[in-house]
């Protein structure tokens, strides 16, 4: 380990080295990428409502204003998890979560089925990261009737600087 008396020009921005606003004395003999977590550490998780819509068409269908991610953030997704309400006679449906950006879909989770007499519930299979702008969906691969998507996700608010 090297000890930094005056760090050369250039170097603190180079590196990135600012640990908390200070700059650090010692520099490690060997150099590898890192990825700094210190923000999944120091906020919270919460359980957010996406909000609810009644689909009767195939096509990918907004939850709500609490599903789009407003501006200044980025959300780590631990969780994106959607539920049908129990369907009356002759409903059917088929659908999977989805995240969508500008028209197009880039998180996919599986597919779900529910028909007469039953509710489904279907989530996410990984843990992903969103940032401002892109929106939590309900993509309707198949239905016959009405149903009504709702939609939850456990999420860590980050700042998008």
Partial sequence: MATIATPPRGMISLFGLRDMGAV????????VPTIDI?????VNRE???FGSVAVNAVGNWALGSNATVPPGEMW??????????TLGAGAAIRYRPVVWEAGTPFVRGPQVSAGVGESATVGTDRMFLVTAGQQMQVWIEGITGNAT???YGLISRLRNS
Avoid at 24 to 31: H, Q, R, W, Y
Avoid at 76 to 85: A, C, G
């Fill in 38 to 42: 210190t923000e999944f550490a120091l």
């Fill in 24 to 31: 650090p004395n010692d520099l490690s003999n060997v150099v």
């Fill in 47 to 49: 359980t957010v409502g």
């Fill in 76 to 85: 780590y997704v631990h969780s994106f998890t959607l539920t049908n309400n």
């Fill in 149 to 151: 998507i709702n939609g």
